[in-house]
């Protein structure tokens, strides 16, 4: 499985940016996508996921509910993050991630800084 993001950029507080992540390969395999980020000097953590069975059910970090939402378009093998009323706090490497039935993959990160 191959997974490219896209969406990262440069945004003023309160402003918004749409991550897209497209997965390849073996998509099949995959039983669930989710987002993670790493800011500077700090460890990656989990921002959101999203399951790949029909429930679609989700999980978002306390953070940034209500501000962010996480969604696929299964025929196009995409996820994408929605992120609005950004906050300087969300400025790091956002990263797509693939659980799959043998291993996990991950993207090659896209730059999300928030300027205040």
């Known amino acids: 499985v191959q997974l490219v993001e896209s969406g990262g950029g440069l945004v003023q507080a309160g402003g918004s940016l749409r991550l897209s992540c497209v997965a390849s390969g073996s998509t099949f395999s995959i039983l669930a996508m989710g987002w993670y980020r790493q800011a500077a000097e700090k460890e990656r953590e989990l921002v959101a996921y999203i399951s790949i069975s029909s429930s679609g059910g989700t999980y978002y970090t306390d953070s940034v509910k209500g501000r962010f939402t996480i969604s696929r378009d299964s025929a196009m093998n995409t996820m994408y993050l929605q992120m609005n009323n950004l906050e300087p706090n969300d400025t790091a490497v956002y990263y797509c991630?693939?659980?799959?039935?043998?291993?996990?993959?991950w993207g090659q990160g896209t730059q999300v800084t928030v300027s205040s």
């Open positions: 991630k693939a659980r799959a039935t043998r291993m996990d993959y």
